[in-house]
């Protein structure tokens, strides 16, 4: 089995100027390309798909640069948009269909026009009476080339701490991020990716737009169910899979176990706390953590497969620092850019540490930072020491008004199905470990945490 290093995946980056799509049609037009619903296509296949769509949005009136918002659940349908919006030469915007009616009008209030139906209908052949080419056409340069500096994809952040935010991620960013993944990671020419994250969220559009990069096989589930990731994991048939520390948990909880040709587990969306690598690891998943942002183009840093300790270093090509205030700045080829800061680095507003090693630990966000009688209290450190107890599931530290405190640090807490705790044992479980001024003055057992579609704790709707 080969693997690229990082001097092949910079090359094949270079490569991949022209439409992804087309390129990898031609060449490997009999290969799986996408695996969804139970259909399995091909890329020559996926292609005449895609064209199909890519007139269809020109019937529309679609011109090179319009945003197309795409409302569609993730699966054949939207990837048949998707690429049809890059053979147009428009901007595609995907939007997560859970959405309210009010988050979905402002997301899509930019958009020239909305894709809530299949584009291409069922079927590749084409008919005589589909819309005419020459919009189309029109759409794509003569060389079939794409300008990296041009905007490819609208992406909305994943709104963890407020509203989401439209990012600008352009072809540039995208053949960035899948060089530095794959140099990281490894390529298999025979790659067979599983995402059930949104396709309307970087950390699973990622996915399908490096399959087509590099011609391998994305496998996408329209949404996480543990039974259906566990069979397929276990069916032998997949070589990547992107979790989120969450859905990691679920799937160890089951019992689900990899198939042989599972090779790593990516684990990102938030921290991975030692309990929940110790546990997957046990399991016999080969686990890689990595930390991402929608104005990065997802992965900044990725450690070694089966060292998870850390979010590790960072990718090739990308550079990250520590602020003095510990907040983590991003600069490299994959950062969107208008996200940029004028001293040049994306302001994540998140915080951490990088060791001797270049290894990156979050230890949180400036905005999840409690100050308590004077005090600062990091979210984070407090819900590590939380979920080491063994009957805590997951846990969220937060701060409430108090009239003495400022604020008072306070925690949700999810047990493990089965087990029982109080809070009163909790806390003394945290005075055990922590300074007095860390342990949280009240501790509520809840059924769940308030989450986005991608898995990430919504925080403002803790308080």
């Known amino acids: 089995m080969h693997r690229a290093g990082a001097g092949e995946a910079l090359s094949a980056r270079r490569k991949h100027s022209e439409a992804w799509l087309a390129a990898a049609a031609a060449r490997r037009p009999d290969d799986p390309a996408l695996e969804a619903g139970g259909e399995v296509v091909a890329y020559a296949d996926l292609l005449e798909r895609a064209r199909r769509a890519a007139r269809r949005l020109a019937g529309r009136g679609v011109a090179p640069g319009d945003r197309v918002a795409i409302a569609l659940t993730p699966g054949l349908a939207f990837v048949e948009a998707f690429h049809g919006c890059l053979l147009a030469g428009a901007v595609a915007m995907p939007i997560d269909v859970r959405l309210g009616e009010t988050e979905r009008a402002a997301q899509i209030a930019t958009a020239a026009t909305v894709v809530d139906e299949p584009l291409a209908g069922s079927g590749s052949a084409m008919r005589d009476d589909d819309e005419p080419l020459a919009g189309a056409e029109r759409a794509m340069p003569e060389t079939g080339r794409h300008d990296p500096a041009d905007v490819a994809v609208v992406v909305h952040t994943s709104g963890t701490t407020g509203a989401a935010r439209p990012v600008e991620l352009t072809y540039g960013n995208f053949e960035a991020s899948a060089a530095g993944s794959a140099a990281r990671l490894g390529l298999d020419p025979a790659e067979r990716w599983l995402s059930a994250l949104p396709l309307s969220h970087v950390g699973g559009l990622s996915i399908?737009?490096?399959?087509?990069?590099?011609?391998?096989?994305?496998?996408?589930?329209?949404?996480?169910?543990?039974?259906?990731?566990?069979?397929?994991?276990?069916?032998?048939?997949?070589?990547?899979?992107?979790?989120?520390?969450?859905?990691?948990?679920?799937?160890?909880?089951?019992?689900?176990?990899?198939?042989?040709?599972?090779?790593?587990?990516?684990?990102?969306?938030?921290?991975?706390?030692?309990?929940?690598?110790?546990?997957?690891?046990?399991?016999?998943?080969?686990?890689?953590?990595?930390?991402?942002?929608?104005?990065?183009?997802?992965?900044?840093?990725?450690?070694?497969?089966?060292?998870?300790?850390?979010?590790?270093?960072?990718?090739?090509?990308?550079?990250?620092?520590?602020?003095?205030?510990?907040?983590?700045?991003?600069?490299?080829?994959?950062?969107?850019?208008?996200?940029?800061?004028?001293?040049?680095?994306?302001?994540?507003?998140?915080?951490?540490?990088?060791?001797?090693?270049?290894?990156?630990?979050?230890?949180?966000?400036?905005?999840?930072?409690?100050?308590?009688?004077?005090?600062?209290?990091?979210?984070?450190?407090?819900?590590?020491?939380?979920?080491?107890?063994?009957?805590?599931?997951?846990?969220?530290?937060?701060?409430?008004?108090?009239?003495?405190?400022?604020?008072?640090?306070?925690?949700?807490?999810?047990?493990?199905?089965?087990?029982?705790?109080?809070?009163?044992?909790?806390?003394?479980?945290?005075?055990?470990?922590?300074?007095?001024?860390?342990?949280?003055?009240?501790?509520?057992?809840?059924?769940?945490?308030?989450?986005?579609?991608?898995?990430?704790?919504?925080?403002?709707?803790?308080?």
């Open 208 to 463: 399908v737009v490096r399959s087509a990069i590099y011609a391998t096989t994305a496998i996408v589930h329209e949404r996480f169910e543990v039974d259906a990731v566990a069979a397929a994991l276990e069916s032998g048939g997949v070589t990547l899979v992107s979790l989120v520390p969450t859905t990691l948990t679920r799937l160890v909880d089951a019992g689900a176990r990899p198939g042989p040709t599972l090779r790593c587990a990516l684990i990102g969306g938030g921290p991975l706390s030692p309990d929940q690598a110790t546990r997957a690891t046990a399991a016999g998943f080969p686990l890689a953590q990595t930390y991402g942002l929608t104005e990065a183009c997802s992965q900044v840093t990725t450690s070694p497969i089966g060292d998870p300790s850390t979010a590790g270093p960072p990718l090739d090509g990308t550079e990250v620092r520590i602020a003095p205030d510990g907040e983590i700045l991003v600069a490299g080829p994959t950062v969107a850019p208008r996200a940029a800061a004028a001293d040049g680095f994306l302001h994540t507003g998140d915080l951490g540490l990088l060791d001797d090693r270049g290894r990156l630990t979050l230890t949180g966000r400036r905005s999840e930072m409690v100050v308590t009688g004077g005090e600062n209290v990091a979210a984070a450190e407090v819900e590590a020491v939380l979920e080491t107890h063994p009957a805590v599931r997951e846990a969220a530290v937060y701060g409430r008004p108090h009239t003495q405190w400022g604020e008072a640090l306070a925690a949700r807490v999810v047990l493990v199905d089965g087990r029982h705790a109080s809070a009163q044992e909790l806390r003394a479980h945290c005075a055990a470990a922590l300074a007095p001024f860390k342990v949280p003055k009240r501790v509520d057992l809840v059924s769940e945490l308030p989450r986005t579609p991608s898995g990430k704790l919504r925080r403002d709707l803790l308080r």
